[in-house]
T-cell receptor, first 111, second 115 residues
Framework: GQQLNQSPQSMFIQEGEDVSMNCTSSSIFNTWLWYKQDPGEGPVLLIALYKAGELTSNGRLTAQFGITRKDSFLNISASIPSDVGIYFCAGTTSGTYKYIFGTGTRLKVLA | DGGITQSPKYLFRKEGQNVTLSCEQN?????MYWYRQDPGQGLRLIYYSQIVNDFQKGDIAEGYSVSREKKESFPLTVTSAQKNPTAFYLCASSYSRQGRGTEAFFGQGTRLTVV
């Protein structure tokens, strides 16, 4: 099945650093969602994007819907230890409500 | 509070047994989904349903079965035909249309272990 490419696959960063990750697709997307999953838990929705070029923030998190509609970006500013987890992107293409998920970016924060 | 409830949190199964995972939502969502997640991996779609009494196979449906007799409920049965059932199973729901307010929400997951 189709999956989105997320980059990087994993990253180690120092506490206080900013983090950037992205998600790309070969198809045009109408919706982009970003989730965070803690170990042993279900993914929790962080940010939803519905319009090309849209920039939305949720606390220290900022996500953007790419102008080409084939990519999205998530930035975390001033990372803290509880930012550790797996970040997933997801989206829908035209004509379907079914979400396609990215492969995930595993974030580890070094105190 | 509205949400999605999966039960049980942990489940152990003997080889050759069928086992059913529960998923209930009170968000009035039309669509429900089951995903499988293996260690260090992403989410793979098993089955999804848009309306009651209708469901579609996802990417890895072999060895699984579902039912959708009620809008709120979408149980998943892991049959003995599933060769490698040990995994983390996630249920999700959403509205079956596009646009604002149609995000997918997840349950807490069920970790199934074959012993």
């Amino acid at each position: 099945g189709q999956q989105l490419n997320q980059s990087p696959q994993s990253m180690f960063i120092q506490e206080g650093e900013d983090v950037s990750m992205n998600c790309t697709s070969s198809s045009i997307f109408n919706t982009w969602l970003w989730y965070k999953q803690d170990p042993g838990e279900g993914p929790v929705l962080l940010i939803a994007l519905y319009k090309a070029g849209e920039l939305t923030s949720n606390g220290r998190l900022t996500a953007q819907f790419g102008i080409t509609r084939k990519d999205s970006f998530l930035n975390i500013s001033a990372s803290i230890p509880s930012d550790v987890g797996i970040y997933f992107c997801a989206g829908t293409t035209s004509g379907t409500y079914k979400y396609i998920f990215g492969t995930g970016t595993r974030l580890k924060v070094l105190a | 509070d509205g949400g999605i409830t999966q039960s049980p949190k942990y489940l152990f199964r003997k080889e050759g047994q069928n086992v059913t995972l529960s998923c209930e939502q009170n968000l009035n969502h039309d669509a429900m989904y089951w995903y499988r997640q293996d260690p260090g991996q992403g989410l793979r779609l098993i089955y999804y349903s848009q309306i009651v009494n209708d469901f579609q196979k996802g990417d890895i449906a072999e060895g699984y079965s579902v039912s959708r007799e009620k809008k709120e409920s979408f149980p998943l049965t892991v049959t003995s035909a599933q060769k490698n059932p040990t995994a983390f199973y996630l249920c999700a729901s959403s509205y079956s249309r596009q646009g604002r307010g149609t995000e997918a929400f997840f349950g807490q997951g069920t970790r199934l272990t074959v012993v």
